[in-house]
Structures are given as structure tokens and as C-alpha cells.
């Protein structure tokens, strides 16, 4: 079975610009996350979906981020326009329905605004 | 506010050399406290899940442990391949799903 895929693995992009990060969630999974490591900061939550609807988003940080989830299967994550303390690694990571069961992570995408 | 710290932040031991990883949470109400192993360049992969104070989980030389204010990761006999960031996360029974993490354990076992 397939895990968490991300993509793109890497990303630099120039202050200003947009990214667009990628999360396909594992088959069948209801909940997907998104999370965000900053340089020297423990790993912070974004947002959850649940199927396609945004169940908390208390996590982004601004109006520039903007996460989407198509008919309830991939997620994509948009920064727009991009600004150096964006800079991170981003997560995401899916779990079966059912509020406490663990969830699965991403190998996360590393993006990096100059 | 609802709070995860990890301790040590970084340990080396010699191979074999048993010891604790520390977690210490202060949450509003527990609903589920999970352990994460880390590898460079990868995301956390799943170790453990424990719900209630007392409880006990074990696989190969991990073990984890949980009281009502921390959990202990056990490593025994460790060897160079456990070497590692170990994260704790702790979900709250109030509002939603999330994963509020701790800073992570760093850890080298030396051949």
C-alpha cells in the first residue's frame, strides 16, 4: 500500500513568488493534515481536512496560505505571495476516520524562499 | 494553552547502553499521546499510541510508558540503526485532531 506522497521533495523560490505544495493521502483516508517545521522549532499544525471540508484551520498563519482538498483526495497547499519566514518544512500526513487513530506522514517538502 | 516538552534535547550512547527519553504535556484533557521516530530527510514514522495513565506499549528494545503529566520512551540495549529524532505529540480531548509536538530527543548510538 502506498503512503503519504508530497511533491515537489524541494522548493526554492524567490520572495514574492507562489508555491504550490502537493499531498496525495493514502487511499480511503478521511483525515488529512497539514503541519510545518520551522528552522529550530518543534513540528506545527496548519490545518485538517475531513473528506473535502476544512475542520479547523486554526494553524495557517495569514490570508497568503490557501489549502484546498479536491473531492476529498489530494490536498494541495498554496503560498501566494511568499515571504522569507515561510520558509520550512511542510508535512502532511493522512489517518483513517475516527478522531484518535495515529496518523501517517509525508516525507514532507522543504521549501525555501530567498 | 496546551503544551509538549522534551527532554533531553539531544543524547549520545554507546551501543547497548540503556536509558529514558522524557515527555511532559500539560493538556486541558488527554485523548491520545503518540511517540514518532524521525530520520533525516523523512517524515515521522509511527511508533506508539497511548491513551490512559498507566498504560504500557512495547515493540523491539522501545518501550513506552504514561502518567497523568508524562510518558517515558525506554530504550534498551539501543544499537547504531535506533539513532534518530524521537517526537512526542499529544492530542486534546477539547476542540479538534491535531498533533501539538514537542521539540523532538536527537539521538546517536555509537558503535
Known amino acids: 500500500e502506498a503512503g503519504v506522497t508530497q511533491f515537489p521533495s524541494h522548493s526554492v523560490i524567490e520572495k514574492g513568488q507562489t508555491v504550490t505544495l502537493r499531498c496525495d493521502p493514502i487511499s480511503g483516508h478521511d483525515n488529512l493534515y497539514w503541519y510545518r517545521r520551522v528552522m529550530g522549532k518543534e513540528i506545527k499544525f496548519l490545518l485538517h481536512?475531513?473528506?473535502?471540508?476544512?475542520?479547523?484551520e486554526s494553524g495557517m498563519p495569514n490570508n497568503r496560505f490557501l489549502a484546498e482538498r479536491t473531492g476529498g483526495t489530494y490536498s494541495t497547499l498554496k503560498v501566494q505571495p511568499a515571504e522569507l519566514e515561510d520558509s520550512g518544512v511542510y508535512f502532511c500526513?493522512?489517518?483513517?476516520?475516527?478522531?484518535?487513530?495515529?496518523?501517517?506522514f509525508g516525507q514532507g517538502t522543504r521549501l525555501t524562499v530567498v | 494553552e496546551d503544551q509538549v516538552t522534551q527532554s533531553p534535547e539531544a543524547l549520545r550512547l554507546q551501543e547497548g547502553e540503556s536509558s529514558s527519553l522524557n515527555c511532559s504535556y500539560t493538556v486541558s484533557g488527554l485523548r491520545g499521546l503518540f511517540w514518532y521516530r524521525q530520520d533525516p530527510g523523512k517524515g515521522p514514522e509511527f511508533l506508539f499510541t497511548?491513551?490512559?495513565a498507566g498504560e504500557e506499549k512495547e515493540k523491539e528494545r522501545l518501550k513506552a510508558t504514561l502518567t497523568k503529566k508524562e510518558s517515558f520512551l525506554h530504550i534498551t540495549a539501543p544499537k547504531p540503526e535506533d539513532s534518530a529524532t524521537y517526537l512526542c505529540?499529544?492530542?486534546?480531548?477539547?476542540?479538534?485532531?491535531?498533533?501539538?509536538f514537542g521539540t523532538g530527543t536527537r539521538l546517536k548510538v555509537l558503535a
Open positions: 500526513a493522512s489517518s483513517p476516520q475516527g478522531a484518535n487513530t495515529e496518523a501517517f
Open positions: 497511548l491513551y490512559s
Open positions: 481536512f475531513v473528506k473535502e471540508s476544512k475542520q479547523d
Open positions: 505529540a499529544v492530542q486534546a480531548t477539547s476542540g479538534t485532531y491535531k498533533y501539538i
